[in-house]
Structure formats: C-alpha cells, structure tokens
C-alpha cells in the first residue's frame, strides 16, 4: 500500500507543483495493488472550512489526464463554494478505472479518507453512486451519505434558466425549446423541472438507457443536443465539450448547464461573448449540489434550502446585468466573487 502527499515531489515523470492547474494546497496518492486501486485527492484551499467534493470512478488515458481533471475539478470546487456561500474548502477525489469496481475497492478508498483525517470530505460523482458512498460510510467518516446531490444541482440550474429567460426575452419558459446534453441525474431532473414549466425539452445522451422511461409529452429524445437549435443549451454531462472548433457548430442563445469545467480554456467565454451566445459559467450554476450536501451540517431547514437555490439564479441575475452593462462576458464578472 501507498500513501504519499505528493504536492512537490516529481510523481510518476510530473513535477507536480509545477503542472499548468496547479495552485493547490496538497495533492495525494493512494494505491493498494492488492485490491487494485489508485487513487489521487487534491485539496485546492481549506482556508474556509474541510475541502469538500465528489469523487470520480473513470478510466483515465494517463496518469497526468487524471490529475489535470482532479486538480480542475477541486479548482472549482473552492470557487463554487466561494460564490455561493458555503463554508467549505474545495476538493476532488478521482479513482483511476483499472478494475471493476468492488466493495473491496470502495473499502479501500474509505482507508484512503481515513487517512486523510478529515482535510477532504468525499461525495459521489461519476462512477460513485450514493449507494456506493453509504457502503464506504461504512468504514470512514468522511462522506456525505444524507443525499442525492444531483437533484439539487438541477433544480438550481431550473431556477437559473427561468431567470435568464426573464433577463434577455422578458418572458416566461413557456413553449422555450431547451436542449439538454445528459439524461443523469442532473439533467433528467432538470428535463422534468423545466418541461412541468411549459418548456420544450430536447434531451440527448449517448447512453441510451438514460432515455427509456421518458413519458413526459414537454421532453423529446433526441441523437445529439449540442448542435440542436434552441433558446438555451444545457450541458449537464461530463466537461471540456467547449473548444474554439465545437463552438462553431452551437445554435443557442444562452448556455446554462450543471457539467463542471464545460470550457477547455477561459478562452473559450470570449469567444462565446463575441459570438453573441450567453454563457452561464458552471461555477456560478451548479453549486446546488454542494447546498444540498452541506444542508444538515448547517442546519437548514427545507425552506432554507430552497431559497439558498433560489440565491443561486438571483446572483445570476447580477452578473448578467453587470456583463451588459459593462460590455464584459458573464465569466468575466466572477473575479472578486471566486476570491
């Protein structure tokens, strides 16, 4: 078994302190041959709280893609949870997929949180189900089993499309054909939200399990969401899908999604802003899961809660009305917010 805080150290041919994402507190490395887990955590800021975030079962081509979206993804988190409020540092575990996945290797990530003794509080995310995570409740602490973030996530973003719907048409989602790349369970839950709202739901994923049992006559299956012409385009799958080349074939008027780090590069919302499309950033969106993880802890009520959703659309507002006002794309406005 390994366990090694390898923030400045050279790892595996990388110098990890000097890697183009890194800004970090700590990263480390877990691996148990015996079960046949490796495992990365990265802490981006604790200064606020224990750095919290989900955790990611899936196959990676390299050891440095791997650690490029779990140094992105915790990145992110701690801005998240900056712009919405919550006292909370930002984390990221991911599990690189070699193996199936057992309650052997679940076990053993729970021995890595142990470890780690409380800097990083492990949620769910692709490849880890709630189940799973209540089965590694079982040996660590450190989790959040109380709930399913996902919906959360979506009903945050429901709020938000409804309220940039109501800043740039000055009207209401009725009849409002939005695209939704990803049928989990952010952008399922927010297929249903929107669609019970009068919208017209067109919702690809290329797991077509995901579409069966969609009986909602507001929500169409369609092969492929992200080129589909629509007032607004949600990408609730996995991120990256906005490059300089992917853009060119967009047909929306707003971009508002729960997939985190859905730009390849900051770039990318300059070009969006120049194109006359809306970008939405994630961090400013999707915090809805974290609300909800993060509700019993701060004891908040269900009302609560839902105006914390609420908050999200509302901060959605200003920044849209602060990028008209200014001339500047809405990603520009989140600096002295993500501080």
Known sequence: MIFKDITKTNFKGIDISSHHEFDHEKVFYYEDNKIGIKSLVAIHDSSKGPAIGGCRFKEYNSFEEGLNDVLRLSRGMTHKNNVAQIPFGGGKGI?????????????????????????????EDVGISLEDIRFIKKYTEFVFDNIDPGPYTA???????????????????????????????VGKKLAEHLANDGAKIFISDIDKSKLENIDNPNIRCIDDAFSFECDVFSPCALGAVFDKSSIKSLNCKIIAGGANNQLQDSSIADDLHHRGIIYIPDILINSGGAIGLTKDLMKKNADETESDLMNIAYRVRECLTESQEKSISPQDTLKELII
């Open 95 to 123: 599990i690189f997929k070699e193996t199936n996945k057992s309650n052997h290797l679940l076990k053993s990530y729970a021995n890595f949180l142990n470890l780690l003794e409380g800097q990083y509080i492990s949620a």
């Open 155 to 185: 009903k945050g973003i429901y709020y938000v499309i409804r309220e940039a719907i109501d800043f740039c048409f000055s009207e209401s989602l009725t009849d409002k054909k939005i695209s939704i790349q990803g049928a989990g369970s």
